[in-house]
């Protein structure tokens, strides 16, 4: 059973109001995550052996016409050295192929929650754990503390900087039964110094939910809500059971 919203059911992204606005970010996903080098044209990352730098003039050499490759870094777990590699998109990807959207709650203004912005001196750092390092954990700069109240319990919520943004990863009652298992992902706007907002109406399925050559953070236990967060994106939609990293 889909419990996606159908496109004839949407606002008009054309409409004004904030149910407008929130349709024309819906397309925007759209066209992001099936784009030629966007989440669904990731089909391979490939990892280079310890101090060897991306060549992408050589990577690039006889490759197919709409095959991209871009260079990735990330630190070794074990020796914390810088690690590089390389990543193939392919715009004829089988998962855009096979895409046919993301699932969606309807859009509810009581999900768009302002919050208390506390800035932390320092280049403060959580650990968080990723969806493929087998419970390793990385450190993630988190610049402040979000404090805000949901249905009568206070959380302090712990965003990390995502060059120069907010990027909340939290979690749910709903992951795993009718949202992406393993959280979301929320873009906060800083709306005053000590001041920010929260729209979850824009929480969004993490690049892992569409190739398993992410390697996505999943939500520390502060940012796990104890009711279900019923906004936002839910999970892709493949055809012909076309797997998936949902």
Not at 32 to 55: C, F, H, I, K, Q
Not at 85 to 99: H, N, Q, T
Not at 188 to 214: E, H, I, K, M, W
Not at 224 to 231: D, G, M, Q, S, Y
């Amino acid at each position: 059973m889909s419990h996606a919203v159908p496109h004839s059911a949407l606002p008009d992204p054309q409409s004004d109001g904030p149910a407008g606005e929130w349709a024309a970010w819906r397309a925007d996903r759209r066209r992001s995550v099936t784009s030629a080098t966007g989440n669904l044209a990731l089909t391979e990352t490939r990892w280079l052996p310890a101090g060897e730098l991306p060549d992408l003039d050589t990577a690039r050499a006889g490759l197919p016409e709409g095959v991209t490759v871009t260079a990735v870094r990330r630190t070794d777990l074990v020796t914390g050295e810088p690690e590089h590699g390389l990543r193939f998109w392919d715009a004829d990807a089988p998962a855009i192929r096979a895409y046919e959207d993301t699932e969606a709650f309807p859009y509810d203004p009581d999900w768009v929650l302002d919050a208390v912005y506390a800035p932390a001196p320092g280049a403060r750092k959580v650990a968080f754990e990723h969806i493929r390092d087998n419970g390793g954990t990385r450190d993630l700069v988190v610049p402040g503390d979000i404090s805000l109240t949901v249905a009568g319990r206070d959380h302090t919520l712990s965003a990390f900087d995502d060059d120069g943004v907010l990027l909340l990863v939290f979690g749910d009652p709903t992951n795993g039964d009718t949202t992406y298992g393993a959280g979301r992902f929320l873009f906060v706007t800083r709306t005053g110094d000590s001041t920010v907002r929260l729209d979850f109406n824009r929480a969004f399925v993490p690049p892992c939910g569409y190739s398993d050559q992410y390697n996505c953070p999943m939500p520390p236990r502060q940012n796990r809500f104890h009711l279900p967060v019923t906004a936002g994106e839910k999970r892709p939609v493949f055809r012909d059971g076309f797997p998936s990293g949902n």
